[in-house]
C-alpha cells in the first residue's frame, strides 16, 4: 500500500460524502462538509475513521441536515467521528484549545459553501499564527508528556507507529510549527519519513483486520514481503530509521522554538547577525553552531569534531547544514588521527547529556560515517534481551552519556570514553560480542592514536566488559577463584578501576534493572576484593627535566618566552626568576589568550623557574606574551575574578587529594577538574596565597578532564606538614568550585 492507495481511499471517501450531501439537501451557500485529522491530510489507513465537521455561517439554519447526512454515511460502511459547528463556534473551540486550533490547520473541503471553507482556514491559520507564542509552551509540555508516555518509536519493542516519539503525531506538531512561521522544518526529510510510517501503518492495519497503529512483535515477518524488504530485521531497521528521523527533526524543531522564545517578541526587521566565537573556525549564531569566515574545511581535517564538540559542551544545536557542509567538503582525517583529533572526540564522548543531539545530527548528515565507520556494524540494531530500552547504537551513546558522571574516578577518562564508545561494537554477528569487538577496537584505538598501551587497554576493557558484572551475579562470593577469575584477566589497578566504572555505565545506561543497589552492591564488593589482590600502588607520571640555557642579562623582573612549533601545536619555553605565583601567573598568560593548554612541565634551575608548555595552537606571538604577562604583573587584570567560576548544577565536583606515598621529599598534590580556561591558574594562585612554592609539575588534560600533579614545597623548602597539605588541598578545592 503506498500513497496512491490512500489518495484513492480519500478521493472514494470524499465522494460518498458528497453524493450523501447532495442527498441530504446541504445548501451550497452558508454551509460545507469539512474534513479534519488524518482525514483531512489525507492519511486515510484501511480501518480509520472519517474525521468530518458539517460548519455553517451563524446566521444560517441547518434543521435536520445533520442527522440526514450522517445516516448515509454509516450505511454505506463509513465509520465517522463527526461534529456540527457554526463558524464562531469553531473559532471559539480553537481559542479554548491547542489541540483543537493544531487540528483545524489541517480543514479540507469536501462539499458545500467553498468559500466558507477557505474562511475557516483563514481565520484558522491567521489565529494560529498570532498567538503562536503564547500556544506554543503549552503544546510542548504536552508532547513532551506524550512522548514519556508511550516511549521513543525507534526503540520500543511494541512501537506505536501514532502516538511513539518519532511517530505519525509528531509529523502533526511539526507542520504546526512550520505554520507558525517562526521556525522551518526540512519539508522533504519530514515527507519521506511521514510516508514511510503510513505505508507501515496501512499493511499493518491491513494485517490485523482492525484500527490499530502498534506493531506486535509477530508482524515484523510478515511486514517484510509487504514492504519489499527481505526479513524482520530489515523491517524492523526501515521503521526505527523513519522514526529516529522525525524524533531528530523533533528535537532540532523544538530546540530552535526554545531559542525563538527566548527572544523578546520585535517587529520583523532584519536583524544582524552576531557570531561568537567558540573555537577555532567555529562559532554560535542564534543558539546553533556553525563556521566562522576563518574555516577552512578542506584545509582542516579536525574541523568536523571541533563543531561537534563544541555544540556538545555547550549543549547546543550542531546546525544540520554545517554538519552537511563539513561531510561534503572537510578533509579526511589522517590515520593515525593528530592529538588534538583524539582529544576531542574523547571530549565529545564525555560531554554528557549534550552529546545525544549532537550525536543524532553526525548521524542524519552522514557524518559519523566518516568518522566512524564501524558505526554502520550496529546502527539500528535492536538487542537480543528484552532488558534493554534502547537500540545498540543508542544503549552506546547511552553508556557514553553515565561515563562521562565517572570520569573523576579513573585515571585515563580518555580510555574509559572511547571504551564505552566501542564496548558493543562487536554485536550483530554470530561471534560472541566482546570476542568480535575486541579487534575492532583496537584498531579503531589505533586509529585514533592513542599509544600501543592504551590500544591493549581499550581492547582488553571491550573484551572483558562483562566479567565483573558476570561473575559477580554468578560465582560464589567466598571463592578464592572468584576474585582470580578477574585478577588472572586484568592484572593492574588501572585496568581494574576502568572496568569497573564501565560496568557501571553500562548497566545505568541498560535499564533500572539492570543496576540495582543488590547488583551494584555485588559488583563493588567483588571490584574491592581484586583490587586488594593487586597492587594498588599507581605512581604518578615521572617527571622529566631538561637544562635550559639561561640568558645572562636576565632581570629579576624580565621572562623570556622561546616558542617552537611542533606538530600541530607549539612548545612555549618560559625563563623566569622564580617566585612564588610565577606559575600562576604564566597560567593566566596562557589562558587570556585563549590558548588551550596540552601539558605543562616545570621545575626549579638555580635561581630561575623553567616551564615547558605544550599548547594546542600554532599560532603563537612571544611578544604578545610578554605583553599580557606584563600587563598582569603591573596590576591592570584580574585574573582571579576573569577565571572564577560558580558551580552550577549538574556539574562533577573538583576532586583533589593529597597523595603522602608519592614522595619522600615534597608534597604531591593530585587535581581533577573539568578542562576549562583558568583551571591551572586558580590552582597554582590558591597554592601562592598560602606561600606554597610549586617545585615541579605535571599538568595533562584527558579529553574534557584536566589531570594535574603538583610536587610542593614550603618556600623555604621541605614537604609541607599534614595540617599545610590539608589547608592546601582545601585551598584548591574552594578556587575550582568544589565545596
Known sequence: MTAADRAARTTAADQRCLDAYAAAGGPDVGAALVAVGGYGRGELAPHSDLDLVLVSDEDVVLGDLAETLWYPLWDSGSRIDHAVRTLPEMVAAADADHRVAAGLLDVRHVAGDANLTLRLRTTMLAQWRRHARARLPEMRAASDQRHRLMGELAHLSVPDLKESEGGLRDTTTLRSLVATWLVDVPAAELEASRQVLLDVRDHVQALAGRATDRIAPEMWSDLAPLLGLHDDRAVQKHVREAGRRITHLTRLAWRRVDGVLARPASPQVARKVVLEPLAHGVALSAGEVVLDRRADPAGDPVLLLRAATAAAEHDVVLAPATAARLVRECAPLPDPWPEEARQLMVRLLASGRGLLPVWETLEETGALEQVLPEWERIRMLPHASVIHRFTVDRHVVETCVEASALIRTVARPDVLMVAALLHDIGKGGLTEHSIAGEPVAREVARRMGFDAE??????????????????????????PATVEQVTARLRTAEALSLLGALTEADAKATSPQAWTSWRAGLITDLARRARAALDTGVAPPALRTDEV????????????????????????????????????????????????????????????????????????????????????????????????????????????????????????????????????????????????????????TLGPQAVDVFYLQEASAGALSDTRAAQAAHAVRAALGGA
Request: net charge negative; glycine share 6%; charged share 25%.
Open 549 to 700: 640555557p639561561v640568558p645572562a642579562d636576565l632581570g629579576p623582573d624580565e621572562v623570556r618566552f622561546d616558542v617552537e612549533r611542533v606538530g600541530d601545536g607549539s612548545r612555549v619555553t618560559v625563563v623566569a626568576h622564580d617566585r612564588v605565583g610565577l606559575l600562576a601567573d604564566l597560567a593566566a598568560t596562557f589562558a587570556l589568550q585563549r590558548l588551550p593548554i596540552r601539558a605543562a612541565r616545570v621545575w626549579g634551575q638555580d635561581q630561575f623557574g623553567i616551564t615547558v608548555w605544550e599548547l594546542a595552537s600554532d599560532e603563537v606571538d612571544p611578544a604578545l606574551l610578554r605583553t599580557k604577562y606584563a600587563t598582569l604583573r603591573s596590576g591592570r587584570i584580574d585574573a582571579g575574578t576573569r577565571f572564577a567560576k560558580v558551580a552550577a548544577a549538574g556539574d562533577l565536583a573538583p576532586t583533589v587529594a593529597v597523595r603522602p606515598e608519592a614522595s619522600e621529599h615534597a608534597t604531591v598534590l593530585e587535581v581533577r577538574a573539568a578542562d576549562r580556561p583558568g583551571v591551572m591558574y586558580l590552582v597554582c594562585a590558591a597554592l601562592a596565597s598560602l606561600e606554597v612554592s610549586v617545585r615541579s609539575a605535571h599538568i595533562d
Open 454 to 479: 592504551c590500544v591493549e587497554l581499550i581492547a582488553l576493557l571491550v573484551r572483558w566488559h562483562l566479567l565483573l558484572a558476570s561473575t559477580a551475579t554468578t560465582r560464589d562470593p567466598d571463592d
